[in-house]
């Protein structure tokens, strides 16, 4: 991208509305939809040090006549990183709304905390189609107008749920992680400046062209692979630990290795921790409807299973409990039993490119895993035009569990290799049952 120089400019600084305007005309192909209001619209607020462009930090300066403005060469960059990001309108991840969520108040100091304010705009607007540019409030998050792809799902007409595509999800989650780690940065920098200074000093930077001005500095340490430093610890132990969240935000997310972790993901059945994950990992991990006994078999089991079965096998069998008994807990053994045993009972009908599998797969249990012998596994097919609710097959648990052995062993043989025998010295005598999330943001599952 070529890096010329914009009408508007001071010293390598643009004006906000000459911002604005630039990273409109940069974005304006990508696949992620902005907005033309960047700099200049809340939340964004240049007089905090910085405005937050995709999963990018940028400083802001203020230059002479005490008129702030941003580098030319942080907005192409920011521009350039989003104009490559691919986005699957079908690939969601539900961001709300989810019960106990806490409240938070409208602040313009306040920190991004993208899925709050989203959850905030839409109750008190009555929703997304009246959440329009208009009306002055929460126009965009981080430069990207979530307006323009949130799907909404009711159910029964009283039970609403939000979508985004994953794409835009990873995008926020990188800039609400970005964005904690330049105010932890800044306090540090203001608390030894002040132990050092006095107080009516203050740190400056010159600014291109000789002028003085006060900025931010992004942090300057990566976050860095995990490497097992968790393994085989108890999560309820962990969890209670004074700076966890911290300590689990230092690390990149232990499946996707590309987005900072946010969340311990860790084993409801077996209680010990897996591993540090994105948001993103952390909800495409998470079966849908999983606390009914009742499980919707959707698209992105394609990847769990399928595309990138070696990360996510792994990343499961990182759970003693799991891997010593080489199966999965009971949600997960159910949608694969679902998606991969019982594929070949799923009926086809004629599409334009093909047959295309019939209806929603869905599968449900009774029982628990802790009562093998009793625990079946029911496999049916939704919507399907030759019948609905239409029975696939009922599999025992122990029939399900011996199944995907067999298949772990024939298509990941690195981790079957690395799973059994049946080694229960030191795991719980009483496998904890699947229970429902606790977390007030409904996101730290599994």
């Not at 462009?53 to 060469?73: D, F, H, N, S, Y």
């Not at 610890?233 to 499946?255: F, H, N, Q, T």
Request: hydrophobic share 35%; net charge positive; with cysteine.
């Amino acid at each position: 991208m070529s890096e010329r120089v914009t009408p508007g400019h001071s010293g390598g600084l643009i004006t906000l509305g000459t911002a604005d305007a630039l990273w409109a005309g940069l974005t304006n192909g990508s696949t992620v939809p902005t907005v033309s209001v960047t700099f200049t619209c809340f939340p964004a607020d240049a007089g905090a040090g910085y405005v937050l462009l995709g999963g990018r930090v940028v400083a802001t300066l203020k230059a002479g006549g005490g008129q702030w403005g941003v580098p030319e060469i942080e907005v192409r960059r920011a521009a350039a990183e989003l104009n490559v990001v691919e986005m699957d309108h079908e690939d969601l991840v539900r961001i709300g709304p989810f019960s106990g969520a806490p409240k938070q108040k409208q602040n313009d100091k306040t920190p991004l905390r993208w899925r709050r304010r989203i959850a905030r705009e839409l109750q008190e607007l009555g929703g997304p189609e009246r959440a329009a540019p208009s009306e002055g409030r929460l126009h965009h998050l981080a430069g990207i107008d979530w307006r323009r792809v949130l799907v909404e799902e009711t159910r029964d007409r009283t039970v609403r749920a939000w979508w985004l595509p994953r794409a835009v999800v990873r995008l926020l989650d990188a800039a609400e992680h970005a964005e904690t780690r330049w105010l932890q940065a800044a306090r540090t920098r203001q608390n030894s400046t002040a132990a050092a200074e006095p107080p009516s000093q203050r740190r400056q930077i010159r600014a291109a062209g000789g002028r003085q001005t006060t900025s931010l500095h992004s942090p300057s340490t990566a976050p860095r692979p995990y490497n097992g430093e968790l393994k085989e610890l108890l999560y309820s132990v962990l969890s209670r630990k004074p700076g966890i969240s911290r300590k689990v935000a230092e690390w990149m997310c232990a499946v996707c290795r590309t987005t900072p972790a946010t969340v311990l993901d860790h084993c409801h059945e077996h209680g010990y921790v897996r591993a540090p994950v994105c948001q993103s990992c952390n909800t495409q991990e998470r079966p849908d409807h999983l606390y009914s006994n009742d499980i919707r078999v959707a698209s992105h089991y394609t990847r769990l299973f399928d595309t990138h079965n070696v990360d996510w096998l792994r990343h499961w069998h990182r759970c003693p409990g799991c891997r010593t008994r080489t199966t999965l807990p009971l949600p997960h053994l159910a949608a694969w039993t679902a998606y991969i045993a019982c594929r070949s009972l799923r009926p086809t009908h004629r599409a334009p490119r093909g047959r295309k599998p019939c209806g929603v797969l869905r599968v449900s249990w009774t029982g628990s895993q802790n009562a093998p012998r009793s625990c079946l596994l029911t496999v049916v097919v939704d919507f399907c035009p030759s019948g609905e609710h239409r029975v696939l097959a009922q599999v025992p648990y122990r029939e399900a569990a011996e199944r995907f052995g067999t298949w772990l062993a024939e298509t990941v043989p690195a981790v079957a290799a690395a799973a059994g025998p049946d080694r229960l010295d030191g795991l719980p005598t009483r496998p904890r049952p699947v229970i429902a999330d606790t977390n007030s943001d409904g996101q730290a599952l599994f």
